[in-house]
Nanobody, 118 residues
Framework: QVQLVESGGGLVQPGGTLRLSCAASGMIINTYTMGWYRQAPGKQRELVTDRTSGGSTNYADSVKGRFAISVDNAKNTVYLQMNSLKPEDTAVYYC????????????WGQGTQVTVSS
């Protein structure tokens, strides 16, 4: 019923940029805290950034100043702008929605691969 579909991943050189998109259906993103997580091989899934419907954001120290989360409520879509990419940013990136009233309700996208390599 609820579906989050990520797109925009791919191969990019160090220092390059990518913008990931997460298109939501079956739910309205402005009633959720939306976030991006990533998981690199051999590592745990980690929070990259999230954003409440009120606009409050959190960023992992490793991406602060380089990444930015944004939403387009008209398109029911959340974005992750990634600048100055580093090889250590290589991971599968996942979109997440967490219900603000019922916080145990979480939805995940299928993930999109980001590879930063020369």
């Amino acid at each position: 019923q609820v579906q989050l579909v990520e797109s925009g991943g791919g191969l990019v050189q160090p220092g390059g940029t990518l913008r990931l998109s997460c298109a939501a259906s079956g739910m309205i993103i402005n009633t959720y805290t939306m976030g991006w997580y990533r998981q690199a091989p051999g590592k745990q899934r980690e929070l990259v950034t999230d954003r409440t419907s009120g606009g409050s954001t959190n960023y992992a120290d490793s991406v602060k100043g380089r990444f930015a989360i944004s939403v387009d409520n008209a398109k029911n879509t959340v974005y992750l702008q990634m600048n100055s990419l580093k090889p250590e940013d290589t991971a599968v990136y996942y979109c997440n929605a967490r219900h603000r009233a019922f916080t145990s309700i979480n939805y995940w996208g299928q993930g999109t691969q980001v590879t930063v390599s020369s």
